[in-house]
């Protein structure tokens, strides 16, 4: 009994005082669904801390639980022990029901029932949402985070009679909890519900990633970026390395590259790469590469070798060489990989920049601004394909003037007759 | 996208490429397969908001950069292609 007296005293005590962080910690349910699902999917943990820290609280929610199975009537016993300070009886119903629904999540996903688990875990954010206050805004990403990874949780079963995806389910009670913290009128920003905002936008961009319904995430960035939402700077910064992944890969998605690289880097020179997060790191990395090869932003090849993208290499040093070959080569051994990452449109177009230095060394051997398109039609059939004509070649010219890689005009006599001045102008930014 | 669940990683142990030829050779021979766990790990403790050091910027991307050699193995068999061919056609 000792346990679970100890545990709705702290949770008593922290309402009380207000301790949104420890609050945060005694609802957590992170521990035990992340440990379930990685035996599930037979994975270990990839950080040794983490483990131990988990496992302890493993441990004591075990103990607790071993106490509400024996316990008759739950709802009564925390009627009797939930007296939070300062709250009204319907803030002390609800504070009860939260608990209780909790403690049930608990025992059910001790017992394998994660059905259950979800439904019970569900009740208890909407008894939590009744009380949600500024101070405990921690809980409320904490919430919605474990709602996630339940959700992850009960899909990786396969259950006969639910057939519904708990992602759907689980985006529909994070609306719920978004809603809680936008309605919120009032005016000093740091003093709203809107501060819990991002970090319950951060699992909806996880969960439409994973349904593939991106343009649901437009909406809530469209509230976020708004001005009756707090500055995006504001938000805690682990949150904001989150959320402007997302919004990246989002803007890469669209072809907006400049803003997609300017997300992804931020996030990335803001990650740690240190424990777990050199896993988000490479992940960031992963998205944010093509985005800089669009801009001729080289990663040198030590960063791809430290962080196992190895793909990458042979990509890079096509497009410096201007080695159509090469990149034609890289791009179909790795076509399964990139495909897969959502990335293989997005590098196909970087062809033409590997043209551009191609016919680039092109003039450079020519030695003179008047190049025969022979020499195109040659280089093309040796390198890439041995049916290119010469309208093929001037096709890909006029593409390349068109779109500011080359300035010069195509003579269908002479050539293709470069400008004098600056005729393969720098197509980045430095 | 949506297929990251798993996370079975059968990456050979990353090797040290010497050249580009190892490089593509060993790729097209060997046909990796990778699913990986595609999730971004929430960050649960607060981070500090370090200023990045410019240095390690500049260790990490090449941005200055334009072709302007002709001497490398690539360029010189591409003017060799060239001046074979176009001597054959006159």
Redesign the interface.
């Known amino acids: 009994m000792a346990d679970l007296n100890t545990y709705l005293n702290q949770i008593n005590d922290c309402v009380t005082k207000e301790h949104g962080k420890v609050f945060a910690e005694l609802i957590s349910l992170s521990e035990v669904i992340t440990i379930t699902t990685y035996q599930q999917q037979k994975q270990s943990f990839s950080n040794k801390i983490q483990e131990t820290k988990y496992n302890s609280k493993l441990l004591q929610l075990k103990k607790i639980d071993q106490i509400v199975r024996k316990t008759a009537d739950l709802d009564s016993l925390l009627q009797n022990k939930i007296h939070p300070h300062g709250t009204n009886e319907t803030q002390r119903e609800s504070y009860c029901d939260m608990i209780a629904s909790r403690l049930r999540a608990i025992t059910s996903i001790f017992d394998s029932n994660y059905d259950d688990a979800f439904n019970y875990l569900s009740e208890s954010i909407t008894a939590f949402i009744k009380v949600f206050e500024v101070w405990s805004s921690q809980a409320m990403w904490k919430f919605t985070y474990d709602i996630r990874i339940m959700a992850k949780l009960a899909n990786t079963v396969e259950s006969a009679e639910k057939k519904a995806d708990y992602y759907e389910e689980a985006s529909r009670i994070l609306n719920r909890c978004f809603q809680a913290s936008s309605t919120d009128r009032t005016t000093d920003l740091s003093q709203s519900k809107k501060k819990a905002a991002m970090g319950i936008v951060n699992q909806m961009f996880h969960i439409y990633f994973k349904l593939n319904n991106l343009k649901l995430c437009k909406n809530v960035i469209k509230a976020m970026e708004s001005p009756l939402y707090p500055a995006l700077e504001s938000y805690p910064l682990g949150q904001l390395i989150t959320y402007r992944f997302f919004v990246g890969r989002l803007a890469a998605f669209d072809g907006n590259t400049q803003k997609a690289q300017q997300d992804l880097l931020f996030s990335f020179n803001k990650c740690p790469s240190t424990g777990s997060s050199a896993k988000n790191k490479r992940l960031i990395l992963l998205y944010l590469i093509p985005m800089q090869l669009s801009l001729c932003r080289f990663p040198k090849k030590e960063l791809l070798l430290q962080y196992g993208l190895n793909q990458f290499v042979g990509i890079v040093e096509a497009m410096k060489t201007g080695n159509i070959k090469l990149f034609n080569q890289c791009l179909s051994t790795n076509q399964n990989y990139f495909i897969q990452k959502g990335i293989y449109l997005i590098l196909e177009k970087l062809k033409n920049i590997v043209y551009r230095n191609l016919f680039k060394k092109i003039y450079l051997l020519n030695h003179n601004s008047r190049v025969p398109i022979q020499n195109f039609v040659i280089a093309l059939k040796w390198a890439e394909n041995d049916t290119v004509d010469i309208d093929e070649a001037e096709c890909i010219i006029s593409n390349l003037i068109y779109n500011g890689y080359i300035k010069g005009y195509v003579c269908h006599k002479v050539g293709l007759i470069l400008s004098p001045k600056d005729p393969f102008p720098q197509i980045w930014k430095s | 996208?949506?297929?990251g669940?798993?996370?079975i990683t059968t990456?050979k142990p990353?090797k040290?490429?010497d050249t580009?030829d190892d490089?593509?050779k060993t790729?097209?021979k060997e046909e990796?397969e990778?699913i990986e766990?595609?999730?971004?790990?929430?960050?649960?403790?607060?981070?500090?908001?370090?200023n990045?050091d410019q240095d390690t910027?500049k260790?990490?991307?090449?941005?200055?950069?334009?072709?302007?050699q002709?001497d490398?193995e690539?360029?010189q068999q591409?003017?060799q292609?060239?001046e074979t061919?176009?001597a054959m056609?006159q």
């Open positions: 996208m949506g297929k669940d798993t996370s990456t990353n040290k490429f580009l490089l593509s790729q097209a990796i990778i766990d595609d999730e971004f790990e929430e960050f649960e403790d607060n981070i500090e908001n370090q990045e910027v260790a990490q991307w090449e941005d200055d950069w334009d072709t302007e002709i490398d690539f360029s591409l003017r292609e060239i061919n176009s056609k």
